[in-house]
């Protein structure tokens, strides 16, 4: 996860391990300016508003071309509004989903760029994960979607087994060894360990 604007860090909310739901926020920049300017943009609203809504009751007995400008005034006024409201979201970085925060690289007082985005924090969901298996390219017509892989994870003896969800459509031409994904869970991230593709059963 980035910052898609520019600034200094303010708060950080969250640490490696953290447990977090989507939405949580995790980090924050400063932007007391953009908060004073987005309620600066709710003045403008209601006040625009307030105009129209007087002119709108005596449409009837004023220049159209005068009306529509009123009307010009509050619309211009709400789009600024939401404008603003978007800035100030991106000074806010929040959870995609709910996670386990397991590496953070930032700290308060740290600067970020929305031109060159730097990694704050990376999240993993408790409940969805992947194994990322690579296979010979010899094998890319036998293997396919579906089939049963039986693995084991480094430090664990027990056999697991899970079904291949997805079979990257590219050989990697440096190690010519394709790439597949099993649904896993229970994992923490980064582990390595090897396993076989049953293939008609066998």
């Given amino acids: 996860m980035t910052f898609s604007s520019s600034g200094i860090v303010k708060d950080i909310s969250v640490d ?11 980090a924050t920049l400063e932007n007391d300016d953009l908060k004073a300017m987005l309620e600066i943009s709710k003045t403008a609203v209601k006040y625009a508003k307030l105009d129209y809504d007087r002119q709108l009751k005596v449409k009837n007995m004023i220049d159209k071309s005068k009306f529509d400008s009123y009307a010009y005034k509050y619309e211009n006024a709400k789009a600024q509004l939401i404008y603003q409201k978007s800035i100030l979201d991106k000074s806010i970085l929040k959870a995609p989903f709910d996670g386990v925060i397991y590496e953070k690289s930032v700290e308060a007082g740290d600067v970020v760029s929305g031109m060159n985005p730097k990694t704050i924090f990376k999240i993993q969901s408790k409940t969805k994960q992947k194994l990322v298996l690579e296979f010979d390219q010899n094998y890319w017509k036998d293997i396919k979607e579906g089939q049963l892989f039986k693995y084991k994870v480094d430090g664990d003896k027990e056999v697991y087994e899970g079904k291949i969800s997805k079979i990257y459509p590219y050989s990697n031409i440096k190690n010519r060894k394709i790439k597949a994904e099993v649904a896993v869970s229970g994992f923490i991230v980064g582990l390595f360990g090897d396993g076989y593709i049953l293939n008609n059963g066998k």
Avoid: Y
Avoid at 16 to 26: A, F, M, N, R
């Fill in 16 to 26: 490696v391990s953290s447990v977090v739901k989507k939405g949580d926020s995790l």
